[in-house]
């Protein structure tokens, strides 16, 4: 299954379009997030928007904002002039979420609000202390003694 979820900073605002055929509605925008290499530059990635989510993408989030998107990720073949053949990286979003409160949209979840009744109240101290089962270092084992790891 292809899913990407990106944590990435708008830096390019949405721009809308529609298709010639049905007048179907069209957001793209750049978004750019941290590279895993050390001291490299940030990535820039192209995310596109279908339908009401991209009329809403276009009215409710700017350069600027950041956002986690979650969707689909495609690559791209573009021919170019010089005549060799580039792939190129898009995310098709299915849900944006604002990372800060300066969006509201009515697709956003606000995760610190969230709560399950189905998940352990992790407040009390009913439950074990995982430290109590190591056996205490003495002064001889120097932290090395591999016999008495519980596993």
């Known amino acids: 299954m292809n899913s990407c979820v990106l944590m990435a900073k708008i830096v390019r605002t949405p721009q809308l379009r529609y298709t010639q055929d049905n007048q179907l509605a069209v957001a793209d925008m750049m978004v750019e997030f941290e590279n895993s290499t050390p001291n490299s530059p940030p990535c820039t990635l192209k995310a596109v928007a279908w339908g009401n989510l991209a009329t809403d993408i276009s009215q409710q989030y700017k350069e600027g904002n950041e956002v986690i998107l979650t969707g ?7 021919e170019k002039q010089e005549g060799y053949k580039e792939k190129i990286a898009e995310l098709t979003i299915s849900h944006i979420y604002p990372v800060s409160g300066e969006t509201k949209s009515s697709n956003v979840v606000n995760l610190s609000s969230y709560k399950s009744d189905n998940m352990p109240n992790t407040s009390d ?27």
Not at 72 to 78: E, G, P, S, T
Request: cysteine-free; glycine content about 2%.
């Open 72 to 78: 689909r990720l495609k690559m791209n073949l573009i």
């Open 125 to 151: 101290d009913s439950h074990d202390n995982f430290d109590d089962d190591y056996p205490p270092n003495d002064d001889n084992s120097n932290g090395k003694d591999m016999d008495n790891i519980p596993f």
